[in-house]
């Protein structure tokens, strides 16, 4: 939600602006005004707006009615009209001026000609702040020469320092007087909507409900904001014809704009089912409506966007919802359906990249990264429209039209980090699966091996090795095969980008045990590659071999099945290499409780003390060993001297 306008994240309170005489006055009032408590703690639940007494009165808005008949706008709606209501188009316009300012009556006159626009009629949102001492006397002359002019209920004493009863009765004033000039604002969008044709000014009537929708939130009637907003988001997708297709860009900017403020209020409602079901209705609403084949890449960082979007509004109303199994109930998932459609967004790109184009090439130095159609409000005319005017609005010195849009967009595209995208959103995935527990260890997994394999496109070798040791603990625990043989070998290519030549041998020799599906010329290949890296290295590599099938297998056959005797006696050990070519070993050990150890070294010429095995080669080699000396054989290895040790431990 970062990248979303602040007027459409927060919600909308009255605007009022005062005109003061003394700016401290105003700051005074400014600072007393009370603060919500309920969705936005500390936020003021009047936006003041200050100016000098001298400064400009904004003009009434114009409410004569409007020939709305066969007119047929441009866009939707308009890119600026969202930030005037939240930030400066006043609800009530007011005078704050010090009691003794009344006993001139020429700077009275003066005052109340300037206010004249607002003076006539009486008007329903001007009101004048008489700002006195408390010990002060108020003169009921000047007073009563006001009432000529405006409503004596409008005329507000304000007495400082003790103010606390009169800001009570000014805010109280101030958001009856704002609700009052929001209800008329709504109703005069009203009588323009009634006297349209519905069935082809479809895009008008959008504009209407959302504006009629918006207003609404001024007055904290979630009820109406809801009805309004369905309404529109309904109209919107009815107009699913060609003329949505051809503006299918601005199509899902305001379907996106109106969908985040649906589930907003559903949310903030505690009516989490109903938000779900909303955003399910959307994504299978737009998700085919990819626009031109060429932006496809547009297409997916739209989708990503909306998934990213709502896992975000369940995670800011967290404490109200609480995240559970079901899927579509869990943050995680979001943000992990988020990154999959950055990851095609990236795929995309990459094959434009591939590309050459000099016109690109140059843009690429010059424009942003791409940015939603949402954001820049002060370029374009409406929003999701002029959009190559917002990618090159900082460089007046280059002819849009010297460029296609296609150039300018991939331009754009080429500049953003998808990596480091895709990294948030399933980081933010994992941690949030992780908070809720264990509930979820399967998904959890998944997204390990999806963020093992992006820290390995991202070139960050430490976290991907981490991630990547802790997917092949557990693959093989659970005997998930082959995702431990795609894990392995992405765990080899980490260690070559490392220049790990240890870890390179450890992986290597792990991805040749004869349960995994290798093949066999795979197979040969990775021990030809271990070999040369082990003699060319002098590496002494440990490797702990899987005891259900080990590269080499091991037994211990005793004389006469015993196990347990007090005579000297002979030991067998059987010996099967499962290395998939010809392997020759230094040495076989056997090692006693009593830290002696006995061994055969390898003899070519000699049968009994011959350690070269072919591929399933089995062998047999005898030990005499004498049971008096109260023995124990705690481990017997073969080694391949002096470079890699295979354990068989008891």
């Known amino acids: 939600m970062d990248e979303y306008p602040f007027q459409?994240?927060?919600?909308?309170?009255?605007?009022?602006?005062?005109?003061?005489?003394?700016?401290?006055?105003?700051?005074?009032?400014?600072?007393?005004?009370?603060?919500?408590?309920?969705?936005?703690?500390?936020?003021?639940?009047?936006?003041?707006?200050?100016?000098?007494?001298?400064?400009?009165?904004?003009?009434?808005?114009?409410?004569?009615?409007?020939?709305y008949a066969g007119y047929h706008p441009t866009g939707i709606l308009p890119a600026g009209w969202l930030y005037q209501q939240f930030e400066v188009f006043p609800a009530v316009v007011g005078f704050v001026i010090h009691k003794d300012s009344l006993e001139d009556g020429s700077h009275l006159m003066e005052l109340l000609e300037k206010a004249e626009d607002y003076l006539k009629p009486l008007s329903v949102?001007?009101?004048?702040?008489?700002?006195?001492?408390?010990?002060?006397?108020?003169?009921?002359?000047?007073?009563?020469?006001?009432?000529?002019?405006?409503?004596?209920?409008?005329?507000?004493?304000?007495?400082?320092?003790?103010?606390?009863?009169?800001?009570?009765?000014?805010?109280?004033?101030?958001?009856?007087?704002?609700?009052?000039?929001?209800?008329?604002?709504?109703?005069?969008?009203?009588?323009?909507?009634?006297?349209?044709?519905?069935?082809?000014?479809?895009?008008?009537?959008v504009r209407h409900n959302f504006q009629i929708a918006y207003l609404s939130e001024f007055r904290?009637?979630?009820?109406?904001?809801?009805?309004?907003?369905?309404?529109?988001?309904?109209?919107?997708?009815?107009?699913?014809?060609?003329?949505?297709?051809?503006?299918?860009?601005?199509?899902?900017?305001?379907?996106?704009?109106?969908?985040?403020?649906?589930?907003?209020?559903?949310?903030?409602?505690?009516?989490?089912?109903?938000?779900?079901?909303?955003?399910?209705?959307?994504?299978?609403?737009?998700?085919?409506?990819?626009?031109?084949?060429?932006?496809?890449?547009?297409?997916?960082?739209?989708?990503?966007?909306?998934?990213?979007?709502?896992?975000?509004?369940?995670?800011?109303?967290?404490?109200?919802?609480?995240?559970?199994?079901?899927?579509?109930?869990?943050?995680?998932?979001?943000?992990?359906?988020?990154?999959?459609?950055?990851?095609?967004?990236?795929a995309i790109i990459s094959e434009y990249s591939k590309e050459e184009n000099e016109n690109i090439e140059f843009l690429r130095h010059i424009v942003k990264p791409y940015v939603p159609t949402l954001v820049d409000v002060k370029i374009q005319n409406y929003y999701g429209r002029d959009l190559e005017l917002v990618a090159l609005h900082e460089h007046e010195e280059i002819n849009p039209e010297d460029y296609s849009l296609f150039e300018i967009h991939v331009a754009q595209e080429l500049n953003v980090d998808h990596n480091e995208l895709i990294l948030s959103q399933l980081r933010r995935s994992y941690f949030r699966y992780r908070s809720d527990g264990n509930q979820m260890m399967r998904t959890i997994w998944n997204i390990t091996s999806e963020l093992s394999e992006e820290y390995f496109i991202s070139e960050n070798y430490e976290n991907a090795k981490k991630f990547i040791d802790a997917l092949i603990e557990h693959y093989n625990e659970d005997k998930w095969w082959d995702l431990l043989v795609h894990s392995l070998k992405l765990a080899v290519s980490i260690?070559?980008?490392?220049?790990?030549?240890?870890?390179?041998?450890?992986?290597?020799?792990?991805?040749?045990?004869?349960?995994?599906?290798?093949?066999?010329?795979?197979?040969?290949?990775?021990?030809?590659?271990?070999?040369?890296?082990?003699?060319?290295?002098?590496?002494?590599?440990?490797?702990?071999?899987?005891?259900?099938?080990?590269?080499?297998?091991?037994?211990?056959?005793?004389?006469?099945?015993?196990?347990?005797?007090?005579?000297?006696?002979?030991?067998?050990?059987?010996?099967?290499?499962?290395?998939?070519?010809?392997?020759?070993?230094?040495?076989?050990?056997?090692?006693?409780?009593d830290s002696s150890v006995l061994s055969i070294e390898h003899n070519e010429e000699n049968d009994t003390e011959n350690l070269s095995f072919s591929s399933g080669e089995i062998k047999y080699y005898t030990f005499n060993l004498d049971g008096r000396d109260n023995t124990e054989i705690l481990s017997v290895y073969i080694r391949s001297f002096p470079y890699a040790i295979f354990l068989y431990d008891f």
């Not at 792990?510 to 030809?528: A, C, G, M, Q, T």
Request: hydrophobic fraction near 35%; include cysteine.
């Open 220 to 346: 904290e009637n979630r009820k109406r904001c809801l009805k309004y907003y369905n309404a529109a988001y309904v109209l919107l997708n009815e107009s699913h014809s060609a003329k949505r297709k051809k503006n299918i860009v601005e199509t899902k900017t305001i379907a996106e704009l109106i969908n985040f403020k649906i589930c907003s209020h559903l949310m903030d409602d505690g009516r989490i089912d109903d938000a779900i079901n909303q955003f399910k209705y959307h994504m299978a609403t737009y998700k085919n409506d990819v626009g031109d084949p060429v932006l496809e890449f547009q297409h997916y960082n739209w989708i990503g966007r909306q998934y990213q979007t709502f896992g975000e509004l369940m995670d800011s109303h967290g404490e109200d919802l609480q995240a559970n199994s079901r899927t579509w109930h869990h943050p995680g998932f979001y943000y992990h359906a988020a990154s999959s459609n950055y990851q095609k967004r990236r």
């Open 495 to 593: 260690a070559e980008k490392t220049e790990d030549l240890e870890n390179i041998v450890i992986y290597s020799l792990r991805l040749l045990s004869p349960h995994l599906n290798v093949d066999l010329e795979e197979r040969k290949d990775i021990f030809s590659k271990v070999n040369s890296i082990v003699k060319e290295n002098k590496i002494m590599a440990i490797l702990d071999v899987p005891y259900h099938d080990p590269l080499v297998e091991v037994y211990i056959q005793f004389e006469n099945d015993a196990v347990f005797t007090r005579k000297e006696f002979k030991l067998m050990i059987k010996v099967k290499s499962n290395f998939p070519s010809k392997s020759c070993f230094g040495k076989l050990v056997l090692e006693l409780s």
């Open 125 to 205: 949102r001007f009101l004048i702040v008489l700002m006195k001492d408390d010990e002060e006397e108020l003169d009921p002359r000047p007073v009563n020469i006001l009432k000529k002019y405006i409503d004596v209920r409008n005329v507000i004493v304000f007495t400082v320092p003790k103010s606390d009863s009169s800001i009570r009765v000014l805010e109280k004033l101030l958001l009856k007087k704002s609700y009052e000039y929001y209800n008329e604002e709504q109703q005069t969008i009203k009588s323009y909507r009634d006297r349209m044709n519905k069935s082809n000014q479809q895009r008008l009537f």
């Open 8 to 67: 459409l994240k927060q919600l909308p309170v009255p605007v009022i602006e005062l005109f003061c005489e003394n700016l401290e006055f105003g700051e005074t009032i400014k600072s007393l005004i009370s603060k919500k408590q309920d969705i936005e703690p500390n936020r003021p639940t009047i936006n003041v707006l200050l100016s000098e007494i001298d400064a400009k009165l904004p003009k009434p808005r114009n409410r004569q009615s409007q020939n």
